[in-house]
Structures are given as structure tokens and as C-alpha cells.
């Protein structure tokens, strides 16, 4: 099983250099029309702002789509991009608009040239979906992978092509100018590519199917790809998929069956055929679950939780904070669903907090997939808010957590800001302070606004932007500071009315 986004190839951290801007950038007419309700707003808008710069600085001016990465310096982007990255770009355009750090008319032009090129790039034609990797210059599908030379078998990713469909219909509601033309880019899309319907625990009416992590439109010559019948369309016999599928509830990739169920392509039953946790009679995990079998649309479900420090959680595949929050980016998770997301997403930014505070005593916390400090790209969580057993860890020396045994001790711990802007939400005094400490102790902010992460132990920092991470950054900070703005252009009222009676009926076993 394999649980995360999909990235390759992250070049190797480099030294970059960047003033922190001075903190009282706030414009006078900035007001968004929703008050200034926080008092941070203007150390919050001077981060914003900044990353902001980075966004801009990793965008091509021709072709309108954003990088993976680029330097600390701003000064070299990567040469690839992917629909997640265009995705963020996409929803951070509205935040700037909103946030007044660009006006109206550059945020209409700047989505309008990605949409452009969208519309003129190659993709699966059945599928309306994107291949995973192009050049951000030109728009044309990678074949050779411009780091090393090795061959790109195109293929479309289930979990990067969420973000784009999400990001398209956020755009069709938050700029009336672009509607048109991002409402035909996601029309075109379809879900059910993904969806297999022989996966899955059994319920009332067969399987509840399950969410492929992808497929190749030729045979890619590897293991995992997997021979299977067409799901959609005509004129193609085959495809081939990933060998595996996206099996856990806490997992970024739910937002593909959020977007399959809003449009009726996905049944609402495959929400509840993901694991909270693995059954209780699997004796291999490394933490036991504690819990209760439910049911839900026909479906059984064991509504397990990890015990962590006093409280029950229900689990990540890794522990990682984009994990649990990057989708509640734009759906109202915890509103929609108080008892069972609005119970978890607290807990976890709690778990993130008390490890890295706590537990670790690193002084600093958030842990996610990031650039590594010592080079690549890696991924960071903590390991006791995950379910896979080789773990997410917190540090550069993987200690690994048992609940029996637990350490006494931890190494160099990774810290990437993007994840405590996500955690902002739910934290937003202790979110800005830990970030404000990150910012004060170490050279972990430039031009671009804050590098990608820091090893707080040894102070190495990953001298680089990766437009994931920030968009991430630009996304939490425009629901932080204008009251869940993404989530009011996310959530129409169509989609409340299919997807709110589904999330909503769960309880998780989570809570003190």
C-alpha cells in the first residue's frame, strides 16, 4: 500500500538567502469585507504576502502553470509541474485576490492564462483527467525526466488529479469571469476512472469499492501496474492501474471520492469502505485499535482510534498533517460532520503539538512530507497518529513509537511550516507562535517566504519552495484570516446536499 501524494525527483536542497519583511504590511484598504477578526492579521498577511512572492516567482509567464519547486533564491524552478501544483496555484490566486496582495483584474488574467493552457494540453480524452507530469514552460506531457533522463511513462494519479478538480471548482464559484472555462475542464472529468468496484469490505448490496491510485495508458513495464478492463469510455481496450488503492479514511485521496460522490460517479458507500483503523483481529499493527463495529449505508465499519497521551485519535496511513487537513482546505469536514471530523481534526493538530513540544521536546512542531534538510524528499508525521508500520517519523533518525515501549528519547527533528498553517485552523494562537519562534530562531525565511522545512536539532534548513506546500500556506491562511473563505466558494449548495448527509452521519471513536 502506498498512501501519500506522488512526487519524484525534488532536487537536492541548496543555500539561499532572504530578508524577513518588516511585520506591518497590512494595508489600510485591505479589509476583505469580513473584518479584521484576527489579531495577527498583519504578521498573517506579511507571510501571505510573501508566499505569495514565491508562488508568482515559480510561475511561467507564458504558459500561466506554476512549478513543483524552485530554489530559495527564486531563481530556479524545477522544469516540471503536475495537476496538484496547478491546482494550488489556482485556489491561491483567489486567496491573494481576497487578501487584496493582487487585484481583481491580475488574479482574472493569471487564472485565465493556466485555463488557457489546460484547455490546449494533452490528457486522457475518456477520462477528461491530466496526465501527472509536463513542462511548465511549454505545457507538453514529460516523457524524459529532466533530472536525470530516465524515461516518464504517462499516467494519471487519482490523488493529484483531486486537487485539480477541486481547484476547478472553487475557481467556477469564486471568479465569474472564468467560470466557463473551468467548469468545462471539470465537467469533463470523471471519477468513476478511479473508482473499483470489486474492492472493499462487503455490505448490504456487494462491495463497497475502493479508489485507485492510478493508471497508465500503456504498459509502464513495473510491478505494480495491473491489467484491467476500461472502466469508462470507448475506442481503448485497457489500462493499466497502480496494484494499489487508497484504503484509509485519514488520507488526502478522500477528496477524490468527495468529488466522485458530488457528482454522482462515485456511490456514497465507498466513504465507508476506508479503514478508521485496520480491523481489531489483525494481530501485525503496531499500535492495537480500540473501538466498536457501526454501520452506515449497509456498510460495517469498526470505528477504531489510536490511544495517544490521554486521548483517542483515529489515525493517518502516516501521522502527517496534510493527511488529516489538507481537504478540510475547502470541504466544512468538521462543521458538516461534528462527530466524527469535527472531533478528529483538533485532536491530531493536538497530537502534532504535544510531540513536537512535549513528548520529542524538539521546541517546535508540525510534521508532514516535505523537502528533507539533508537532501530530496521525504516524508515526515508522527508515527503514533499513523497506521503504516515502517512509519512516518518525526525526526532525521526514524525513532520509531511503540505503544508498549515508548522512546525516551528523539533525534534531529524535521519541522515544515506549511503544517503548521494547516494546523492554524484549529490552533491559531499556538499555530502563529510556534511559526513566529521557527521564524525568529532560525534562517528559515527568505524572499519567498518560509523555506520548506528545518532540522530544529542540528538547524539545517531545506532552502527551498515547493508550490504544494505553499499553496497549502496560502489556502489555511485565506480560511484563517477571511472565515473559511475556501470553503464557502468550495461548498455550494449542491454539493452540501450530496456530500453533507454522508460524512455526516459517522461518529468516530475520537475524542478525551
Not at 502563529?432 to 538547524?459: H, P
Not at 454522508?502 to 471513536?509: L, T
Request: hydrophobic content about 35%; some cysteine.
Amino acid at each position: 500500500m502506498k498512501h501519500h501524494l506522488s512526487r519524484r525527483g525534488l532536487l537536492a536542497v541548496t543555500a539561499g538567502a532572504g530578508a524577513v519583511t518588516a511585520l506591518s504590511a497590512w494595508p489600510a484598504e485591505a479589509d476583505p469585507g469580513h473584518g479584521r477578526p484576527h489579531r495577527h492579521d498583519e504578521q498573517l498577511y506579511t507571510w501571505a504576502r510573501d508566499t505569495w512572492t514565491s508562488m508568482v516567482a515559480m510561475t511561467d509567464e507564458s504558459s500561466g502553470l506554476v512549478a513543483d519547486n524552485i530554489d530559495g533564491n527564486l531563481a530556479t524552478r524545477s522544469g516540471y509541474t503536475s495537476p496538484t501544483n496547478i491546482g494550488g496555484y489556482l485556489w491561491s490566486c483567489i486567496v491573494a485576490r481576497d487578501l487584496r496582495i493582487i487585484n481583481p483584474g491580475e488574479c482574472r488574467n493569471r487564472i485565465n492564462r493556466t485555463l488557457r493552457s489546460l484547455a490546449r494540453m494533452e490528457k486522457h480524452e475518456p477520462s477528461g483527467m491530466f496526465y501527472n507530469w509536463y513542462d511548465e514552460a511549454t505545457g507538453e506531457v514529460l516523457h524524459i525526466w529532466p533530472e536525470d533522463g530516465n524515461t516518464v511513462y504517462p499516467f494519471v494519479s487519482s490523488v493529484d488529479m483531486g486537487w485539480l478538480g477541486a481547484a476547478l471548482h472553487l475557481v467556477a464559484q469564486a471568479d465569474p469571469s472564468n467560470r466557463k472555462p473551468a467548469q468545462r475542464l471539470f465537467d469533463a472529468m470523471r471519477w468513476d476512472m478511479f473508482y473499483d468496484k470489486d474492492f472493499g469490505p462487503v455490505g448490504d448490496d456487494g462491495p463497497t469499492g475502493g479508489t485507485w491510485g492510478g493508471f497508465w495508458t500503456a504498459d509502464p513495464g513495473r510491478d505494480d501496474a495491473t491489467l484491467m478492463a476500461p472502466t469508462i469510455g470507448e475506442g481503448e481496450d485497457v489500462w493499466y492501474h497502480t496494484g494499489h488503492h487508497y484504503d484509509t479514511a485519514i488520507s488526502e485521496a478522500r477528496m477524490v471520492n468527495y468529488l466522485g460522490i458530488i457528482r454522482g460517479q462515485i456511490p456514497a458507500k465507498a466513504y465507508f469502505g476506508t479503514y478508521r483503523t485496520f480491523p481489531p483481529e489483525w494481530d501485525w499493527p503496531e499500535m492495537p485499535p480500540v473501538g466498536e463495529w457501526a454501520t452506515y449505508l449497509g456498510v460495517p465499519v469498526f470505528e477504531g482510534a489510536h490511544t495517544y497521551r490521554g486521548f483517542r485519535v483515529v489515525p493517518g496511513w502516516g501521522g502527517s498533517m496534510f493527511e488529516e487537513l489538507m481537504p478540510d482546505l475547502f470541504v466544512p469536514e468538521a462543521k458538516w460532520a461534528p462527530k466524527s471530523w469535527g472531533r478528529n481534526h483538533p485532536l491530531h493538530v493536538r497530537g502534532q503539538r504535544e510531540h513536537g513540544l512535549n513528548e520529542a521536546q524538539y521546541g517546535y512542531w508540525g510534521f508532514s512530507p516535505c523537502s528533507n534538510p539533508a537532501g530530496g524528499y521525504r516524508e515526515y508525521g508522527v508515527d503514533a497518529l499513523g497506521l503504516k508500520p515502517d512509519g512516518y517519523f518525526s525526526d532525521q533518525e526514524n525513532t520509531d513509537y511503540r505503544h508498549d515501549n515508548p522512546p525516551t528519547s528523539y533525534g534531529d527533528g524535521v519541522v515544515t511550516p506549511h503544517a503548521a498553517f494547516l494546523a492554524m485552523m484549529y490552533e491559531e494562537e499556538n499555530a502563529t507562535a510556534n511559526l513566529a519562534k521557527l521564524q525568529e530562531d532560525f534562517d528559515a525565511y527568505g524572499a519567498g517566504g518560509f523555506y520548506d522545512a528545518v532540522a530544529v536539532g542540528s538547524g539545517t534548513v531545506a532552502r527551498r519552495h515547493l508550490s504544494l506546500d505553499q499553496s497549502m500556506i496560502m489556502g489555511a491562511l485565506g480560511n484563517v484570516m477571511l472565515k473559511d473563505h475556501l470553503k464557502r466558494y468550495f461548498a455550494t449548495r449542491q454539493v452540501e446536499r450530496t456530500l453533507k448527509p454522508v460524512i455526516g452521519i459517522e461518529e468516530f471513536n475520537a475524542g478525551t
